[in-house]
């Protein structure tokens, strides 16, 4: 067994709901506007996700350097590929496998994003 599969034993992909919804309560708590609420998910995957990593997306391979808030509020993430960078929507960003610790931020944000929670 290598090094990998050991630190991902018993981890499973997607977390349990929940899980999420744990996540997604200790993330809005004392927030009551939704623009309260995605600042206290910015703060939490800032905190907690583990950054840079690698990504692909339509085929070309790039580094998320980190999570930002653009000007109206949305949580995009910041890709570099070469001297190029530009910003991705979190919601849109494909998770690499194995995933980075504390994507399962990202998971909780796309859930409350959704309303499905």
Do not use: H
């Amino acid at each position: 067994m290598t090094a990998r599969r050991r630190i991902r034993k018993g981890k499973s992909w997607p977390p349990a709901k929940s899980k999420v919804v744990a996540m997604i309560k200790e993330a809005i708590v004392d927030a009551y506007t939704e623009s309260e609420q995605r600042t206290g998910f910015y703060t939490l995957l800032d905190e907690r996700l583990a950054t840079p990593f690698d990504t692909e997306i339509l085929g070309a391979s790039l580094t998320v350097e980190r999570i930002d808030m653009t000007n109206d509020e949305q949580l995009v993430a910041i890709c570099r590929r070469g001297r190029s960078r530009q910003s991705i929507p979190l919601l849109d960003l494909p998770l690499p496998d194995p995933r980075p610790a504390g994507a399962e931020w990202i998971e909780a944000y796309r859930l409350w994003a959704a309303g499905e929670w």
